[in-house]
């Protein structure tokens, strides 16, 4: 549970990092592909909704093909905001000769990212990705770029959250402190996640 202050704080740091970009939530035209974007099985893969293209991510399958296509080139989006599975899908369903968009940037977010996925979003959208890492006890917050098969590592962010490593069996587990979680801060709170 948590406050919609302790909401928008989270939103704040997106909100820097994509905006590095060049991206708004609240006036990029944006394709979102997400738990928020779903659709029942007999109803259209797509809607719009303000300045988001909803791409329902269960819809993203052949038989629905060319109504997405026809839907993310009318249009056009300058950000695709997904799961990493779900644009990896989009990247298997499309081929760059029939998109005619090209965004931004594509903001990865919610799911860990393979490079299996990463070389699939980089093939079908050609432009930078971002991915980044975070938790539900939202103790640590980290992001990293990937552009032209060429990735660079991931960065914390200092202001979300005290980020340490602590040593396990010649491991480096990521540890983290909340700094602006009220309803319950975690301190040096053991990730399970391995990584310098």
Known sequence: WRTRRVADIEKAFFTHEWGKFGFSFDKA??????????RR?????????????????YHIVPRHKAAILDAVNRFRPAFVHAY??????LADLLTRSELDVEPRAVLLASEPATGPQLAAIGRL?????????????????AFAGFERGEGTPYAFQPLYGWTENRMDAGRAEIIGTSLWNDVMPLIRYRTGDYGL
Do not use: K, Q, W
Request: glycine share 6%; aromatic share 4%.
């Open 125 to 141: 959208f050609r432009c930078p990705v971002s991915v980044n890492y975070g938790l539900c006890e939202r103790t640590n917050l």
């Open 41 to 57: 099985a007999h109803e259209s893969p797509c809607r719009v909704v303000g300045n988001r293209l909803m791409l329902s991510p």
């Open 29 to 38: 035209r944006t394709l979102r592909i997400g738990a928020d974007a779903r």
């Open 84 to 89: 990493p599975s779900s644009a990896a899908a």
